[in-house]
């Protein structure tokens, strides 16, 4: 599926920009450690997650079920999500909600060494503020394909 370029109307700071980027190296730790709960908690309690194949997992609870289901996948393996070029969009007063866009390379490393790449997405993030730390509220992992010519 061929993804819409969008263009940026109001640029962020260059502290939010890299403010998002931080809150995404935590998240993506937390998640290629494994460490599910604490994912979790990077999204608003009633956040969800629409994966590229059509599951969608509403809440921190499902998405907690979710992945403990897919935990025998990385048996024996490190995982690595790589995030770039993001697009950083406000989508409210003060910074308090933002529209994120951004590539996604998924990396499967052995105990022998071997590297395997699952296939390239993008994703479209909602980010918003919550006391003061920001939360993914919503996820879209859109598999990327062919542009249409």
């Given amino acids: 599926m061929s993804q819409a ?15 998002v980027r931080t809150f995404y190296a935590r998240q993506m730790r937390r998640v290629d450690a494994l460490d599910i709960e604490g994912f979790a908690e990077t999204f608003t309690e ?3 997650v629409l994966h590229a194949n059509g599951e969608l997992a509403k809440g921190r609870q499902a998405m ?15 995982v690595r999500h790589w995030f770039d070029h993001l697009l950083i ?3 409210g007063p003060r910074d308090e909600e933002l ?16 590297v395997t790449f699952e296939p390239t997405f993008t994703v479209e ?14 996820r879209v992992i859109h598999r990327d394909g062919p542009a249409a010519v």
Avoid: C, F, H
């Fill in 5 to 19: 370029v969008r263009t940026t109307e109001r640029q962020v700071t260059g502290d939010l920009y890299a403010e």
């Fill in 46 to 48: 009633d956040g969800e």
């Fill in 64 to 78: 907690v079920a979710g992945m403990r289901a897919a935990l025998p996948r990385y048996r024996d393996i490190a």
């Fill in 89 to 91: 969009e406000p989508a």
């Fill in 99 to 114: 529209r994120v866009s951004y590539y996604s390379l998924v990396t499967r490393t052995d105990r022998a060494g071997v």
């Fill in 125 to 138: 993030d909602v980010l918003v503020r919550r006391d003061g730390r920001l939360l993914t509220r919503s």
